[in-house]
């Protein structure tokens, strides 16, 4: 999206849903005598209104009041804050007579308001405010992609309402002209026609909030598929989600609205359930293409009898490799792949000592090659020397061999007749532009290729310093070195400076963007630097270039693995998400990756256990099991697959099974994955002292795992050792302050040591950051407030609680909901209200809770509605005989008059 819209946006964001309901007395608010007080004071009040006009009076315009007063009381009120949990922080005013602006921040955004003098009191004007986004309009470009369009809709739809609910007009067609953003800016014109033909004012409501979702909330584009002139989009709205027409017009792209519109209303009109969209933003992935043959490539032996010399070999087998990975039906394993595969192995040989056949063989088999390319190189003199040898894997015999001298000055046009001479021998198909990349020169400078030839040595030999400080020297030396970036970036990967790696990465691809395997290295470095939608975009490139190479399908379904987990997974667990979630999504993609390495290689272990993965992502607990075992057939000594397939059991509900293999994963290889998974285990089975055993133990070999603080803070609340569940829980903050699982746990607590002081905080955030456990942190706070006798703020809780949960369809989460709504009525005198609200949950019947009879006896009693009463607690008394507060009303009840 073009920079200024991305301003204006920031600009714009204005309107929000004022949750909570009951009202401050209008008394305890006194006017303000700042326009700074003024906006201080509405944030604080904002988020507990309800429909009490009242309460706002003296911080709002007599025109504002007017307007407000219009609505019936059960209308939300759409007001200008921005959640307002984070408070409005005024940062700049500007005065001009009787009229000024306020600039203030609201969490990550800014929002200007508009305020006049009444009575020589500030007060907020609602529609001077609205009008203030008029002048904006022209400044705004046209977003650039169908995504930035649905993202914007989603940003200006509160506008649309405000603008709709406060006109001045009556008609729709006079709303939609008095603010014009959405139809100038995202309409199609067909769209724009149809809302100004359309006179009934549904559609103006329908349009502004409806098919966008809950408009305090921004739609986060998921899912995209384009054909030609149109497209489709599948967005995010809190737990809604949306599919959006649109169209390409002039070459921008427009919201289709009749098409959207049909998309989403007809499903109903048929009595279907409409189902989100399954489209994905990636075209399908390419075919994995079985290739002619699979060579490893290890550093050739340096036999120099100059000492400064020794990185010739090691420069040498590079120079081959990235010369031969052009051809796609070869699929390279270089000395890197070998090193780490060997030492995986225990192997008795090193990369150096790959110069014999069984070497070459042993070495071959590691990295599941047909061949091996190994051979010696001497420089004396003026003159170099290679001797080079292929290697047949499954025999040990020499496929072909080469040797040749030459001028040290054309060591490149050398390396050329190698590599055409490996062509040659394993059949390869040469065409001129593959002709072309053989006899490339890396640079024109010896004394920069000899730094960058100790460079790879180094990085090869795992000294990342060295070879950093090396490939430095070559890129000073000749700025246009690309292989010399390559192997600088390399190596800053490996010393997890990924930023700086993939700087060096980019002026590698503008020197030559055709290497095969660059977008591997790019998606791996964003990968490890946790930039995953770049990741996947560069290594979908990668699979592109090579779909026969098993390491690039590896590391994209690494990339979609990566991705799933840092959105959700320390939220709630793959089990809490449906397969409309983009982290389900992402699973099964991954697992998609991970098939087409299999196809390639069906002997890998490692990939059938990063597959199960997958599965168990997807919730395909079978799958994930049946991937362990053939895992398991291939290398029983790898201990991560006895962890995925416990965690699998786990799922199902066996317990003992699951045990059994987090046990064998430990006796394998001790890790806090496999002492966490376990602890969850113990604790599932009520065995606490086990729990925290096992906790501890997986924090002493990694105490940076924010979900084992969590857990651990869990199972000490189960233990009623709420004082050590605190100091868990912050810990774990202070590594992710906005661990949402931590939060609310510290926030528990705090709730059972009726410290509400810092539970309410705790509530607070956790409200802010989890749309899912909402409901809970609401019942809580509403809790917290009303012990101690703070009924306007818990009574606000409680409507945005019975909200929550109605929209989720929670019959448990809403019982309790009404049932403490009804609690507070009952406090304040509301006895109407209190017994609406019990009778709902009664209606409800909730499973496995108590209907409120007792609560609707109290009730009836107090409006000295004495035999209803009796008939209630006589309810209660026989629901549960035990009751003695019951039984104890009931025979109060027996002596009053009937």
Request: negative net charge.
């Amino acid at each position: 999206m073009k920079e200024p819209t991305k301003t204006i946006i920031v600009l714009i964001c204005v309107t929000v849903v004022l949750a909570g309901g009951g009202a401050w007395t209008q008394e305890a608010q006194q006017p303000a005598a700042t326009p700074e007080e003024v906006l201080r004071q509405f944030s604080e009040l904002a988020d507990w209104y309800s429909g009490d006009v009242d309460l706002l009076r003296p911080l709002l315009t007599e025109e504002s009041i007017e307007v407000l007063g219009e609505f019936e009381e059960d209308l939300p009120f759409w007001g200008l804050g921005m959640m307002l949990q984070p408070q409005l922080e005024p940062i700049e005013t500007e005065i001009q007579g009787e009229r000024c602006t306020v600039t203030a921040v609201s969490a990550p955004r800014v929002v200007q308001v508009k305020l006049v003098k009444e009575n020589d009191q500030w007060k907020i004007d609602l529609l001077g405010t609205l009008g203030g986004f008029e002048d904006l309009v022209t400044q705004m470009g046209h977003p650039d992609t169908p995504e930035d369009v649905v993202k914007l809709y989603g940003l200006l739809m509160p506008v649309m309402s405000m603008t709709m609910m406060f006109g001045e007009a009556d008609g729709l067609q006079e709303s939609i002209q008095r603010l014009q953003v959405v139809p100038k800016v995202l309409l199609s014109a067909d769209s724009q026609q149809l809302l100004e033909d359309e006179e009934d004012e549904w559609l103006g409501y329908m349009f502004a909030g409806g098919f966008g979702g809950f408009p305090q909330s921004e739609l986060w584009p998921q899912e995209v598929r384009i054909e030609g002139e149109t497209a489709t989009i599948s967005a995010l709205s809190y737990q809604a989600v949306r599919r959006i027409k649109l169209v390409k017009e002039h070459g921008e792209w427009k919201i289709d609205l009749a098409a959207t519109l049909e998309e989403m209303w007809m499903p109903w009109e048929n009595e279907t359930e409409w189902e989100p969209a399954t489209t994905h933003i990636e075209e399908p992935l390419p075919a994995a293409v079985p290739p002619k043959a699979t060579l490893a490539i290890a550093p050739f032996a340096s036999q120099s009898t100059e000492e400064d010399y020794e990185w010739l070999g090691y420069a040498f087998a590079y120079g081959t490799v990235s010369r031969l990975a052009t051809f796609k039906e070869l699929v390279i394993a270089g000395p890197e792949e070998i090193r780490e595969e060997l030492a995986n192995e225990q192997s008795e040989f090193t990369l150096s000592d790959i110069t014999s056949s069984a070497a070459a063989q042993e070495a071959g088999k590691a990295v599941h090659a047909d061949y091996v390319l190994v051979g010696n190189c001497a420089k004396s003199g003026d003159e170099i020397r290679v001797t080079a040898q292929i290697v047949e894997v499954a025999t040990g015999n020499i496929h072909s061999e080469r040797t040749g001298v030459r001028e040290y000055a054309k060591i490149f046009d050398f390396r050329a007749e190698i590599v055409r001479w490996v062509a040659e021998a394993l059949d390869l198909t040469t065409t001129s532009a593959g002709l072309e990349r053989i006899e490339y020169k890396p640079t024109q400078s010896i004394s920069a290729y000899e730094c960058f030839g100790q460079g790879v040595m180094d990085h090869y030999r795992g000294e990342y310093e060295q070879a950093v400080a090396a490939c430095r020297k070559a890129v000073d030396i000749d700025s246009d070195f690309a292989d010399a970036y390559i192997v600088l970036a390399w190596a800053l990967v490996c010393q997890d400076k990924y930023d700086e790696a993939i700087a060096q990465l980019k002026k590698a691809e503008k020197l030559d963007a055709d290497r095969p395997y660059l977008h591997y290295y790019l998606g791996v470095a964003y990968r490890e630097n946790e930039d995953y939608d770049e990741a996947v975009d560069e290594l979908r490139q990668a699979v592109a270039r090579k779909p026969q190479d098993v390491k690039v399908w590896r590391a994209l379904g690494a990339a979609y693995l990566a991705s799933a987990d840092s959105h959700y997974y320390n939220f709630y667990g793959y089990h809490d998400l449906d397969e409309s979630d983009p982290a389900m999504a992402d699973c099964q993609r991954a697992a998609n990756a991970f098939s087409r390495a299999l196809e390639l290689d069906p002997t890998l272990a490692e990939v059938y256990l990063r597959r199960a993965e997958a599965y168990y992502g997807v919730c395909d607990y079978e799958a994930a099991m049946e991937d362990c075992n053939r895992a398991i057939e291939i290398n029983p000594q790898l201990a991560a697959t006895y962890t995925t397939r416990g965690d699998a059991y786990d799922e199902l509900g066996e317990y003992d099974k699951a045990l059994a293999d987090y046990n064998h994963s430990l006796s394998l290889e001790p890790s806090a994955d496999a002492y966490h998974l376990r602890g969850f285990v113990y604790w599932r089975r009520d065995e606490y002292d086990q729990a925290i055993a096992d906790y501890t133990q997986a924090l002493e070999l990694d105490p940076k795992r924010c979900m084992t603080w969590n857990n651990r803070a869990s199972t000490y609340i189960d233990m009623g050792e709420y004082d050590l569940a605190i100091s868990d829980a912050t810990r774990g903050l202070e590594l992710d302050p906005d661990h949402v699982k931590l939060i609310v746990n510290r926030a528990n607590a705090y709730c059972k040591k009726r410290d509400w002081d810092h539970a309410i905080p705790d509530l607070t955030r956790s409200i802010e950051l989890d749309p899912v456990n909402r409901c809970w942190a609401l019942r809580r706070r509403a809790q917290a407030y009303h012990t101690t006798a703070d009924y306007e703020r818990s009574l606000a809780d409680w409507n945005r609680a019975v909200r929550v949960c109605r929209d989720k369809t929670n019959p448990s989460s809403l019982h309790w909901a009404l049932l403490g709504r009804g609690d507070v009525y009952r406090k304040m005198g509301d006895y109407q209200k209190a017994i609406s609200d019990y009778e709902h949950a009664v209606e409800l019947g909730a499973p496995g809770r108590r209907p409120p009879y007792y609560e609707l006896a109290l009730a009836h009693k107090e409006l000295g509605q004495f035999a209803i009463a009796r008939d209630y607690a006589q309810r209660a008394s026989e629901f549960n005989p035990e009751w003695e507060q019951a039984q104890e009303l009931l025979n109060e009840l027996d002596g009053l008059p009937q």
